[in-house]
């Protein structure tokens, strides 16, 4: 059964036998679901490159609950992403949080739009985005409801709490000129990657913040 076309925001791949993979993805209709694209090599791999935005048509599957997808075509290019080495790491890292935060079939209303407007603030950006993550990680425990405070978030961060009360109180502009080093940063995204564990009641193994964390030492 053709389920028409929707959009998609491509979390991560795995590969499934010589030619297919498996989407894990971020839609408003069905919220973090994989999908099976059969032919993954026509399809081209820049097309799944994560957080990518996609539209494409859902083939249900009556015999399986893996559902598939066909006719990708990328609804933005995100070339200001992909152009620049910073930004591009800083997305690789942004879409394993999602994967490994959302849970399969996990649905939070907002959180599609949500992202796809953070996601094109960030391929947006000509300068000034070093701290884009931490804001990201900030918006997300908000957007999946948490509502962070700095005393709900200060245990989490330790004596360098003080860095994040700045954070909280200024808008996104004033957020991303904030003076922080690159270790201060990473120090941060492990503190808000501990609050999100705690609330999320699971293990948040984010692998690629050790990429990130050279990149801005």
């Not at 499934?16 to 099976?36: C, D, I, P, Q, Y």
């Not at 032919?39 to 799944?48: D, F, I, V």
């Not at 994040?164 to 922080?180: C, K, N, V, Y």
């Amino acid at each position: 059964m053709d389920r028409g076309t929707t959009e998609l925001i491509v979390l991560a791949t795995t590969k499934v036998g010589e030619n297919a993979v498996v989407v894990h993805t971020l839609s408003k209709e069905w919220g973090r679901r994989g999908f099976l694209v059969p032919s993954a090599r026509k399809a081209g791999t820049a097309l799944l490159l994560p957080l990518n935005i996609l539209e494409a048509e859902v083939v249900e599957n009556p015999k399986s609950e893996l559902w598939s997808i066909r006719n990708l075509q990328a609804r933005d290019s995100l070339n200001g992403i992909r152009s620049n080495l910073h930004k591009n790491t800083m997305s690789l890292f942004l879409a394993e949080v999602l994967f490994r935060t959302l849970r399969e079939g996990a649905y939070e209303d907002g959180l599609f739009e949500w992202c796809v407007g953070s996601i094109l603030t960030l391929d947006a950006l000509q300068a000034d985005f070093a701290n884009f993550h931490i804001r990201f990680l900030l918006e997300l425990s908000g957007a999946l409801g948490f509502r962070p405070t700095f005393a709900d978030v200060a245990p989490f961060a330790g004596e360098n709490a003080p860095l994040l009360q700045p954070f909280l109180s200024a808008d996104f502009g004033q957020s991303m000129l904030l003076p922080l080093s690159g270790e201060q940063r990473s120090t941060l995204c492990e503190a808000l990657l501990g609050y999100l564990e705690y609330h999320t009641d699971q293990p948040i193994r984010v692998r690629s913040l050790s990429v990130l964390r050279e990149l801005y030492r």
